[in-house]
């Protein structure tokens, strides 16, 4: 008869207690965690959300959206560890999938220190797994990013539209925004994602308007035209928001993308 593993027991980012065994099966509820533990081990994952796009041909059960998931699908995988976000994720899911009996391991990512710290817990504390090499590359990558030229650049930060919501206090997006020489002209706001009115916006006194393609998928022809004037950045929502193996090449692919945007004077 083959023992059973010992139980585990460690606090999560929330504080919360999680008690597991061996996790060799996981369920993650948010995009670039599934993203993380798939290139990590690819094999531990066995259901992720419908927005879970990456890596490329990923190919797991679905089990919803990051704000609907299927219990029912996720408790019918037998996961050993779902894995989730205290901003990505709703509390009465996890409570929900907790009741059940299912470990719950909740990330709060805010910063991008706090990102690496988060993600090392995540892969070996929670999971079980060693230490994996991307995540060395992309603390590489942020400790070797060039020191931005010249003041902090005024940046007003859309993230969706109908109504205009902007990155407001304590974001990670916001902090790595900062990071490559951006001024964030809400960082102080009270909310987190304050909505605004657009004439509000245009009059804020920015320099550049950075348009993230997601959550809300801003493009070209759908955004720069509601900030006549002002230079616009379209960026990589995931290179953006993601905290997971896209950081080793983010701060690469926005400081490229930002540059592309301002005038030559600016740039330099």
Not at 29 to 58: K, M, N, Q, R
Not at 135 to 142: E, F, M, T, V
């Amino acid at each position: 008869m083959t023992p059973r593993p010992a139980a585990r027991t460690a606090t999560d980012d929330t504080g919360a207690t999680v008690r597991t065994g061996a996790v060799r099966r996981v369920v993650s509820l948010v995009p670039s965690l599934t993203e993380a533990v798939a290139v990590t081990a690819p094999g531990l994952l066995v259901g992720a959300t419908d927005w879970c796009t990456h890596p490329a041909g990923l190919d797991v059960p679905r089990i919803g959206g990051t704000k609907n998931p299927d219990r029912t699908r996720i408790a019918d995988l037998r996961p050993d560890l779902v894995i989730a976000n205290e901003e990505e994720n709703r509390a009465a899911d996890l409570d929900a999938l907790r009741a059940a009996g299912i470990p719950v391991w909740v990330t709060e990512v805010r910063t991008l220190d706090q990102a690496f710290r988060s993600l090392e817990r995540l892969l070996t504390t929670a999971c079980g797994l060693e230490r994996p090499a991307w995540l060395d590359d992309a603390r590489r990558a942020w400790q070797e990013a060039p020191s931005p030229a010249g003041p902090p650049r005024a940046a007003v930060v859309p993230i969706w539209r109908r109504p205009w919501m902007v990155l407001g206090r304590d974001t990670f997006a916001g902090d790595v925004l900062r990071r490559l020489g951006l001024r964030q002209l809400y960082a102080d706001h009270a909310d987190r994602y304050p909505a605004l009115p657009l004439d509000r916006l245009t009059a804020a006194g920015a320099d550049l308007v950075v348009l993230p393609d997601e959550p809300y998928r801003f493009t070209a022809t759908d955004g720069p035209e509601a900030f006549p004037g002002l230079p616009a950045a379209l960026l990589s929502g995931r290179h953006l928001t993601w905290y997971g193996p896209s950081l080793a090449e983010a701060p690469t692919v926005l400081a490229a993308q930002l540059a592309a945007a301002l005038p030559p004077a600016a740039a330099h």
